[in-house]
């Protein structure tokens, strides 16, 4: 069998295995990585195999997987993330922080990463205060130290990592782009006084996302939304701010396909977002829709240059992007609509009686910090 052929029919393998995992049907999926890995093994198809193998309880296999994409790709984070994941599971903590803390020194602002390493350390402390009270280590919740496990969804590819599994995507965004012209910056609107039910619902939200219950609060920001767009296009503001929350619950939550098409429905209403841009962006960088993340990384980089997530992701898409595609790899880069919107936005602040570009900058980062910061 020829070079070609292998990788086509490792390809189509591993495309079954992403339609039977998203269908759930783990076992199958299992199966059809493991075709794809005898046709060719790629550190795409075993960090495929070793999410399946976590849904299966497989955790040894999922370690087993991980340790082999990693050797294809030392800076694979996904497989790091993956592992960690499987280590705490078979209760070989040391080596779960171990491998988290790694992620970090690849990339220091993974979001991720740092919040489930706070996480376990604070358990591994309320495990020690426990037993020097005299007290049980499993009082309380009941909830242990959890890395979110992302949705494969990941077309063919393979190669080189950096930082990221190699699997490429280049499908378009699946929310679909907006109509008409582009509407006014919403980030220097003030926000009218929600009704009384869905502030409620609002703060509901908050309360449970800040106590790490995201599904509980993606609940209540979706109730939130759906009695607000009752409400007129007055709200409009509040509506992309609700969407943006309720993003950051799916990107919490592993699913990263959502999350993109709340961002999008956001960044339609509110298009300076800042939040709304770099929730997408990790969304798509997840998904390893590279040119994608790129491009939305860029974007909030011409909203705020000192936004130091995007700076590094940038740069390391886009050594990621030349080595993939040579030195005319910017003209893969996908048509971004939202940057459109954007770039309307920003000219219209710009050339407003309002202040300055540099005023403008100040006032979207304020104004996007201060419509996000309760999530």
Request: charged share 30%; glycine share 6%.
């Amino acid at each position: 069998m020829s070079a070609a052929d292998k990788e086509r029919n490792a390809n189509r393998e591993r495309e079954k295995g992403n339609e039977a995992y998203k269908a759930g049907s783990y076992k199958e999926a299992y199966d059809n990585y493991t075709r794809s890995i005898n046709f060719l093994p790629t550190a795409a198809a075993y960090n495929n195999r070793a999410i399946t193998a976590i849904k299966l309880s497989r955790f040894s296999d999922a370690v087993s997987d991980c340790n082999a994409a990693l050797k294809l790709e030392p800076t694979n984070t996904k497989g790091l993330l993956r592992r960690a994941h499987a280590y705490k599971s078979l209760k070989q903590t040391a080596d779960a922080i171990a491998d988290l803390q790694k992620v970090l020194q690849l990339e220091p602002f993974n979001e991720a990463a740092k919040s489930e390493l706070e996480a376990i350390q604070k358990e591994l402390a309320k495990a020690k205060s426990d037993a020097t009270s005299g007290g049980s280590s499993q009082q309380g919740s009941g909830k242990g130290f959890r890395v979110p496990v992302q949705e494969v969804r990941e077309p063919a590819g393979g190669g080189r990592g950096s930082g990221s599994s190699s699997s490429r995507d280049a499908t378009p965004m699946h929310a679909p782009p907006p109509s008409g012209p582009a509407p006014p910056n919403l980030l220097s609107e003030e926000l009218l006084p929600l009704p009384p039910r869905v502030q409620k619902l609002k703060e509901e939200g908050n309360a449970f996302f800040k106590a790490g219950r995201y599904a509980d609060a993606e609940t209540k920001y979706t109730a939130a939304l759906t009695e607000l767009e009752k409400a007129g296009k007055e709200h409009e503001p509040s509506i992309a701010l609700l969407l943006s929350n309720r993003a950051a619950c799916l990107l919490k939550n592993g699913d990263s396909q959502r999350c993109i098409e709340d961002c999008t429905r956001s960044l339609t209403l509110s298009p300076l977002s800042v939040k709304s841009i770099l929730r997408r962006a990790t969304a798509y960088d997840s998904l390893e829709k590279y040119p994608q993340a790129y491009n939305d990384y860029q974007l909030a980089l011409k909203i705020d240059t000192t936004v130091d997530l995007a700076v590094t992701s940038s740069d390391r898409l886009a050594r990621h992007l030349k080595d993939k595609y040579g030195d005319g790899w910017k003209a893969k880069l996908p048509h971004n609509p939202e940057a459109d919107l954007a770039m309307a936005a920003l000219k219209n602040s710009g050339t407003s009686q309002e202040g300055s570009k540099e005023a403008m900058y100040d006032r979207s980062r304020e104004s996007g910090n201060a419509h996000t910061k309760k999530v």
